[in-house]
């Protein structure tokens, strides 16, 4: 199995920041992408930001040029820089993995979910 452990939400004012990180560990033979979701209540889980095994990015239009999504391929962790928030990024933001496990199968999974609230 694979367990994803998710941390750094939290309450901030408008234009503040904060980083997300999600730790993926486990029965886990290589990691080809990683993302982050966000679902607001009553919404759909949209995508925020996602990465490949080689560093490709890609952005929702809503995020660009004020998140930044990495990752440590060495610790199997993927992080989300956000600045400049809006109250329009209150979230639950969810950390999502695509892997290869040890038993060579495809798996897809989910972090638990970490709240980021965006207030004055």
């Known amino acids: 199995q694979v367990q994803l452990v998710e941390s750094g939400g939290g309450l901030v004012q408008p234009g503040g920041s904060l980083r997300l990180s999600c730790a993926a560990s486990?029965?886990?033979?290589?990691?080809?992408?990683m993302g982050w979701y966000r679902q607001a209540p009553g919404k759909q889980r949209d995508l925020v930001a996602h990465?490949?095994?080689?560093?490709?990015?890609n952005y929702a239009d809503s995020v660009k040029g004020r998140f930044t999504i990495s990752r440590d391929n060495a610790k199997n962790t993927v992080y989300l820089q956000m600045n400049s928030l809006k109250p329009e990024d209150t979230a639950v933001y969810y950390c999502?993995?695509?892997?290869?496990?040890?038993?060579?199968?495809?798996?897809?999974?989910w972090g638990q979910g970490t709240q980021v609230t965006v207030s004055s």
């Open positions: 486990g029965s886990i033979s290589s990691i080809y992408a």
């Open positions: 990465i490949t095994s080689v560093g490709s990015t």
């Open positions: 999502n993995v695509q892997v290869i496990t040890t038993t060579w199968r495809r798996g897809d999974y």
